[in-house]
């Protein structure tokens, strides 16, 4: 591995009682995909809230590109890219307003704005689809525009949770091409999925069970230690294990 | 009443305003088999069961519940059938045995009536009855909501996208409880964005934009549908990936999970491609030959419409 | 029938679980009758009057005496008439009593060709002004020894203390609020959860639901109504001098009334936020502004009187008002009551016929 983007220490989450996550520790380098799976409950959103500098970790330490999780916060949101199959885009804006508005709130000067709505325009073949509102595109549309748009000011991380959900196949192997893209072109992937054929593209997979890591491997690695066929058989070992719902 | 096809459905159509949900849609389930709908958001699958439900009349076609008619019959059909939403459905501010008192009142019966045929079911959430439905975890909510639906004994039971957004470990319990009830005479529409629980139904119907791809069994679809496929691995997949659509009597190329899945001609040559990669400096190139799959079906399909 | 039981018992248990709504719901009437009562009060309970007279003569100063000693007005002193802007402009009093320089001699004339007292009020207060001014008008009238020439009597409500005004105003604004929009969010958040969808498709009527749904909001309603008349009888003294009876019976059809309204616009709404909205704005505004609980119909624009004919609550307060504040007997409102009873009827009528049991 090169150079580290995400660095954490036994990080840890507590709600009262309840440790939500519970010392995790991992690296993730520059350029790498990486899939953080984890049953309902698991503890994988609370995980995400503190790398994406939502939510302050109650023990613990780390660095996400280059800033400490528990004082940088803000500094840590302006550096990376999020997408969430619940919330990315206003349907009630147009696809150009919705670019405008995520350029605006990264700073982009009107240069840049320009220059890379042409290149997201490019990459997705959008032509007349650029006026339309959001809310008209077919889904699939919409969940690549997500990304671009979460892409758009080249974050150093894009954190994706669940971002292929309900889609079809097709599409779905489109999205996992613009994230191939994304990583081959130096931004670290971060994602979350319920699919498990798309845990076999990332370079590295974490699979969480009741807060805690247990086990971080490239899938194929993992694939041997488990004398597994998939990632699917993998993660059923793994989750089996769980004692706490969600 | 014993008719001899559980669902029965004759070009139905159903539009909303200029867009059209469900085009000319027909396929029979019979009586006791668990039958998929497969297909992504904005297949028509809501609209499809919405419409086997009652809650809306198609513009056109004809579709029958039991042996009843879904637009003159609704009334009966409404007693007869068992209906889980797509969406949680439950009174997230009552408790579970309260939620399943109310829908056993709902359906003029009581819980004992029925208790057998929900009771390996609902054993597992009985620790947690007095628990409110909206603190229970997404696989209870689940279990909850199926329970709810079977309360009254169904003859025919409708699922819309019950394992959406809930992880492999359930989804693949929640298959099994289904597969229990098959055994008990209940004939099952489900429906399911999830193209790897195909194998799990008896019989699947393949949708997508409000077209019916095709309806077999699993096995059925795929030898009737599939084509000749290799796998493709080894070094940068990424670039991989893009090298292989270079190459020739290659019709399609999608990364497919650990490896990519080429859909290749007849004059296909895997020795020849196979060095041409390794010469374009690729290492460990694995290309093999696979059986396709019911994702590899649906893109053939969705495709080459 | 005998899920009927089961349906009333679950609507009680969502009303029962919801304690932060619950208890929102049962204290606005204590909340609002107090503010009314005691803190947004437009009665005159103290004008604070300062005095103009050139010729402090024997007669004034007993005018003066008479004000001073009423327990509504304190007395501020005397002031030269180059003040009166500066006094009332800071609020050092209310009022100015203008005495004429020959204020002897025009009161004392049987017939007064001009004023003899002219008062200067801070009217950014119009209720409290109006109000005031006739009341002080009344004391120093009084005070002249001749038969003055205007005389006011202040019947039904002698003291023109608004509590008698605005309960039921208060009435007709609450019962709306809980069942018009307590009982349409309810039933439209059925839908925006989706368990609308459910209990569509079940053996049951979707009306008997609904149904259900009305009757705990009817209960509630009915607590706040002995809650309100209660603290009408015995915090603010109203006399619920017209029969109890009648009262009752008018505000139970306009729960009915307001149940309906409540069903009605639970069909057209699809959203809880559309519901509310469509309660707050379509029917507490007409009801605060047209109904008559803070502005009389009768000096409205001919547009608004008619427009306020078709809101149902200034039917029931002008009602209730007939009942409670002038005595009168039940007879005296058959009309307000046939009124409410076909408005009644058009909801029950309209929102039965909208309401559909398929989801387009």
């Keep these: 591995m090169n150079e580290t983007v995400i660095s954490v220490r036994n990080l840890t989450k507590c709600f009262g009682n309840f440790r939500a996550v519970d010392g995790i520790t991992f690296d993730v380098g520059r350029g790498e995909i990486f899939g953080f799976l984890g049953a309902n409950g698991a503890g994988k959103t609370t995980a995400m809230r503190m790398l994406c500098g939502l939510s302050c970790p109650t023990s613990g330490s780390g660095t996400v590109a280059g800033f400490d999780v528990l004082r940088e916060g803000e500094r840590i949101k302006r550096h990376i890219g999020y997408m969430s199959q619940r919330f990315s885009l206003y349907d009630d804006l147009t696809v150009l307003e919705n670019i405008r508005l995520y350029a605006g709130i990264y700073g982009l000067s009107h240069r840049q704005t320009l220059r890379r709505t042409a290149e997201l325009f490019a990459r997705l073949d959008f032509r007349k689809e650029r006026s339309q509102l959001v809310g008209a595109l077919p889904l699939g549309y919409k969940q690549k525009l997500a990304f671009s748009v979460a892409t758009l000011h080249s974050p150093e991380i894009v954190f994706l949770d669940e971002p292929t959900g309900g889609v079809d196949p097709l599409t779905r192997r489109q999205f996992w091409e613009l994230i191939y893209e994304t990583a081959a072109a130096g931004t670290t992937v971060f994602v979350t999925t319920h699919y498990m054929d798309e845990a076999e593209y990332c370079s590295r997979v974490s699979v969480m069970v009741d807060g805690q890591i247990r086990a971080l491997d490239t899938p194929a690695a993992l694939k041997r230690r488990f004398c597994a066929e998939s990632m699917d058989e993998v993660f059923r070992l793994l989750a089996r294990e769980a004692k706490r719902g969600d | 009443m014993n008719a001899r096809y559980a669902i029965e459905i004759d070009g139905l159509t159903k539009r909303y305003g200029s867009m059209t949900a469900l085009d000319r849609v027909s396929f029979r389930v019979e009586r006791g088999e668990l039958f998929g709908l497969i297909g992504p958001d904005g297949a028509g699958k809501t609209t499809l069961f919405r419409l086997l439900t009652t809650l809306m009349n198609p513009d056109e076609g004809t579709a029958a519940v039991d042996g009843l008619d879904c637009v003159a019959s609704y009334r009966q059909i409404r007693s007869r059938v068992g209906y889980m939403p797509g969406r949680f459905s439950l009174y997230a501010d009552l408790s579970v045995e309260e939620n399943l008192a109310f829908f056993a009142a709902l359906f003029g019966v009581r819980v004992a009536d ?8 609902y054993r597992q959430i009985e620790p947690f009855r007095t628990r409110r439905a909206g603190k229970l975890s997404g696989g209870m909510k689940q279990k909850l909501a199926l329970c709810c639906a079977l309360i009254h004994r169904p003859s025919v039971l409708f699922l819309d996208e019950p394992t959406t957004g809930v992880d492999a470990v359930s989804r693949s319990e929640f298959w099994d409880m289904l597969a229990e009830l098959k055994a008990k005479e209940i004939s099952i529409l489900v429906s399911t964005p999830y193209m790897d629980e195909a194998d799990r139904c008896d019989r699947i119907a393949l949708i997508n934009e409000g077209h019916l791809l095709a309806v077999d069994s699993p096995r059925g679809i795929v030898s009737a549908y599939g084509e000749r496929i290799y796998t493709l691995s080894g070094g940068d997949m990424y670039a991989l990936l893009l090298a292989a659509r ?27 491609c196979r060095r041409q990669l390794m010469d374009e400096g690729f290492a460990d190139v694995a290309l093999q030959p696979a059986e396709s799959g019911i994702e590899d079906v649906f893109i053939k399909l969705m495709n080459h419409e | 029938m005998g899920n009927f039981g089961s349906f009333i018992e679950k609507e009680t248990l969502h009303i029962l679980r919801d304690r932060r709504t619950m208890l929102v719901v049962l204290l606005i009437p204590v909340v609002l009758m107090t503010l009314f009562g005691f803190a947004i009060s437009t009665e005159i309970n103290n004008i604070d009057v300062a005095v103009v007279a ?19 007005c304190t007395f501020k002193g005397y002031i030269p008439s180059d003040e009166i802007d500066r006094v009332l402009r800071r609020g050092e009093a209310a009022a100015v009593a203008v005495f004429a320089a020959d204020y002897d001699r025009i009161a004392a004339m049987p ?5 003899a007292v002219q008062l200067i009020f801070d009217a950014s207060n119009t209720n409290t002004a109006m109000s005031g001014a006739a009341y002080l008008q009344s004391i120093l009238t009084g005070a002249s020894t001749q038969a003055s020439p205007v005389e006011m009597r202040l019947l039904y409500n002698p003291q023109m203390r608004s509590a008698y005004n605005f309960v039921p105003g208060i009435m007709g604004m609450i019962f ?4 018009a929009l307590m009982t349409s969010v309810s039933i439209v958040r059925e839908k925006e959860n989706g368990t609308m969808e459910v209990l569509l498709v079940s053996p049951v009527r979707p009306m008997r639901i609904v149904l259900a749904k009305l009757v ?19 915090a603010l003294d109203v006399p619920l001098s017209g029969s109890a009876g009648a009262i009752i019976a008018v505000s139970l059809l306009y729960l009915v009334l307001a149940l309906a309204l409540g069903l009605l616009i639970s069909t057209i709404a699809e959203k809880q936020i559309v519901a509310l909205i469509i309660s707050a704005m379509l029917l507490m505004m007409p009801i605060v502004m047209l109904s008559g609980m803070l502005f009389p119909v009768e000096n409205m624009p001919a547009v608004l009187q008619a427009i306020s004919c078709i809101v149902p609550a200034r039917w029931y307060i002008e009602a209730i008002r007939k009942l409670m504040i002038e005595g009168l007997p039940f007879a005296a409102v058959w009309r307000e009551v046939l009124i409410l009873l076909a408005m009644t009827v058009v909801f029950i009528v309209v929102s039965v016929k909208k309401f559909n049991d398929k989801l387009e």
């Design chain 3, 111 to 115: 017939a007064p060709a001009e004023p």
């Design chain 3, 176 to 179: 709306i609020l809980i069942c």
């Design chain 2, 246 to 272: 270079r190459l020739p009597h290659v019709r399609r190329c999608c990364p497919f999970g650990a490896a990519h899945h080429l859909s290749v001609d007849a004059d296909f040559d895997a020795a020849a």
């Design chain 3, 54 to 72: 050139p010729h402090r003569t024997e007669s004034v100063r007993q005018a003066v005496e008479r004000m001073a000693s009423n327990p509504y």
């Design chain 3, 216 to 234: 705990p909001y009817f209960m509630l309603s009915c607590i706040n109504l002995a809650t309100i008349l209660l603290l009408a009888a015995y």
């Design chain 2, 114 to 121: 029925n208790y057998d045929l929900i009771a390996p079911i």
